[in-house]
């Protein structure tokens, strides 16, 4: 190619670049780079940078972006980091825990006439969420906003996440209540997250009322937002509100697995309703939900804790003849 003296312009290299980044081969990019001026004569600017550097950190090789960035932006090139750059280094810092180091690198950002963005902010705020600096990390939300920088539902569901971790749902609702003022509206993933903090901490009836919410500004929950509640319910011993969230979730086109079946058919022979789990069991199967060794086990299992051990072994038998192997856990009667 050399001899025949072609041209090759930045935006083939960048093609290849991204080629190299589907076969994960960060290594044969970063050299490619290192020979376009010299044996392709093509003049390499920070979009070609940025390329490599995410081919390198999609692969997960966080030290080896380190290295990469320091050599290009600290040698002789004449390439300066765009904010793609900074955004993508202190993922790669964030990511090795160097979080000191990555808020260091943002506070360089004005001096190279790069402004953070709200990507930058986020990566940032999630760095210091898992290194449980969560007061640092809404320290830089208000930060953030008034340098007119305005958050995203991602940056919220970051700190939300973080603070649900800790428990500390008072300022959960705060977060979303500054959502909502700042014409933010909390997405799927916010309510799971908010949902599954207030049932850690036992708030099922908050957690109800969210789901309520929800669906009121036309939020759509999933079968993670029921599963996480109706798994709460059935251990706060309340497996019958866990079946009438069964009902609202298949009554809005849903459909409950297993998992969400096994939990209440166990809840309700626990709670010494059988008659209800019963009635649920022959739902489930009327609905086409194929049974599976979890859902059968909680079955035998109940019935045995009622001492009907001939139907247990009709359903012992049925599970069998379906090809469905059953487990070796202990059944209680």
Known sequence: MKRERRVFIEKIFILVFRVYGRAHLPEKAMELFGRMVDEFQCRRTVRSFNSVLN???????????????????????????????FNLIIKAMCKLGLVDRAIEVFREMPAQKCEPDVFTYCTLMDGLCKEDRIDEAVLLLDEMQIEGCFPSSVTFN??????????DMARV???VD????????????????????????GKLDKAVSLLE????????????TYGTLINGLVKQ??????????????????????????ALVSGLFKEGKSEEAMGLWKKMVEKGCQPNVVVYSALTDGLCREGKLDEAKEILCEMVNKGCMPTLSPIVP
């Open 55 to 85: 081919v390198v950190i999609q692969e997960g090789l966080f030290h080896r972006a380190l290295e990469f960035y320091d050599c290009v932006v600290g040698g002789k090139t004449s390439i300066s980091p765009n904010v793609l750059s």
């Open 237 to 262: 011993g309340r497996s019958v509100d866990g079946v009438c969230l069964l009902s609202s979730l298949e009554e809005r086109g849903h459909h409950g697995n297993a998992y969400l079946y096994s």
């Open 213 to 224: 919410r929800m669906v009121a500004s036309k939020c759509v929950p999933n079968a993670v």
């Open 178 to 201: 500054n959502m909502f003022l700042k014409g933010c509206v909390p997405n799927e993933v916010t309510c799971n997250t908010i949902i599954n903090g207030l049932c850690l901490k």
């Open 158 to 167: 970051v700190l939300i996440n973080g603070l649900c971790k800790k428990g």
């Open 173 to 175: 609702t705060k977060l």
